[in-house]
């Protein structure tokens, strides 16, 4: 099993896994890697239903984390609902120190401070089980925003190693998967949503285009 990483030896993994399909990529990763090592996280989003299908197959055992930032979509709980029966998944979800979502919501920081909101609803909660693990799975393509476009399968990210099974997945094989497959999509999808965050802050568009709606916002903090 591999422990701590060098650069060299990242991309040798990433021209390893670089030939894998994502089956295969996901398998190997248990091969190479400690189970209990692994975390991965899924917002339960637009298409989430795809990475989630692959890791239910390979390992029912593995722990999916949802950040719980109490701004969700009712469509997105239902949808985490309704995949974590159909799979059988071990969901954990993770919330926001009481107070600390409080203040969010009395000062509405979605309007005025919309990092500071991510941060206090995504980032922190997460950052205090990140500890525990050493590798992060994430559900992250390309084809989303200019900043995933940059990246490789394997990415360091302070002491954890990101590893991204689906990045060179477009969105014509992704939707050609779940149907393949007969996966639910997120019943907001079909209304024009083609990435789904928190209530506050979404609404229909392209890609990412309907996040942070007239932001120059494209990311909540959590993959930068």
């Known amino acids: 099993m591999i422990d701590t990483l060098k650069t060299p030896e990242i991309s ?5 896994y670089n030939e894998l399909t994502v089956y295969k990529r996901v398998e190997q990763l248990y091969l190479d890697f ?16 795809f990475l989630l299908k692959v890791f239910s197959d390979i ?7 949802f950040i719980d930032t109490g701004y969700h979509f009712k469509e997105t709980l239902i949808y985490k609902d309704y995949l974590t029966q159909l799979y059988d998944l071990n969901v954990v979800s993770i919330k926001a120190d009481p107070s600390e979502f409080r203040f969010s ?13 991510c941060y206090i609803n995504k980032v922190k909660p997460l950052d205090l089980i990140k500890k525990d693990y050493k590798i992060w799975v994430s559900g992250l393509m390309k084809w989303q925003s200019d900043h995933r476009k940059g990246l490789n399968i394997f990415e360091q990210k302070e002491t954890l190693l990101k590893f991204y099974p ?59």
Not at 12 to 16: E, I, P, S
Not at 34 to 49: H, L, P
Not at 105 to 115: A, F, G, T, V
């Open 166 to 224: 689906l990045l060179d997945i477009n969105s014509a094989e992704r939707d050609q998967f779940i149907i393949d497959h007969h996966l639910p999509f997120h019943p907001l999808k079909s209304k024009g949503y083609a990435s789904i965050g928190c209530s506050h802050c979404t609404v229909p568009g392209e890609d990412r285009n309907g996040r942070w709606n007239n932001s120059p916002k494209t990311e909540c903090g959590l993959h930068l």
């Open 59 to 65: 390992n029912k055992n593995q722990v999916i984390y």
């Open 12 to 16: 040798k993994l990433n021209g390893k």
């Open 105 to 117: 919501q009395e000062k509405q920081l979605w309007k005025n401070s919309p990092n500071r909101c």
């Open 34 to 49: 400690n189970s209990e090592d692994i975390m991965i996280t899924s917002a339960f989003a637009a298409t989430s239903a």
